[in-house]
């Protein structure tokens, strides 16, 4: 039984659509990994830490956003904040 007024894929909004899950996955997964290293931060350092901590808090913020708008390189703006939070929680902690 053939149904022939089924419609046709739509092929290229299926990988728009993909593309974009992939984009905040990769995203998403880095500014998590942050926002634990600012809890770290938060939990364990002193008065400096805890200032470091919100602002690079912050700092994941506007850079997943920016990430988010970018497309497919977008992993590498919160990918910067997450490295200097590292070495600020092992400079600080």
């Known amino acids: 039984m ?14 728009r659509t993909y593309e974009g899950f992939i984009n905040f996955s990769k995203v998403g997964t880095i500014a998590v990994l942050n926002i634990v290293l600012c809890l770290i931060l938060f939990g364990f350092g002193g008065t400096a830490a805890t200032v470091f901590g919100w602002l690079m808090l912050i700092a994941t913020l506007v ?12 992993w590498i703006p919160p990918a910067a904040v997450f490295v200097l939070t590292g070495m600020l929680a092992i400079l600080t902690v």
């Not at 053939?2 to 990988?15: F, K, L, V």
């Open 63 to 74: 850079s997943s956003s920016i990430g988010l708008a970018l497309g497919a390189k977008g």
């Open 2 to 15: 053939s149904d022939d007024n089924a419609p046709t894929m739509d092929y290229e909004a299926h990988e």
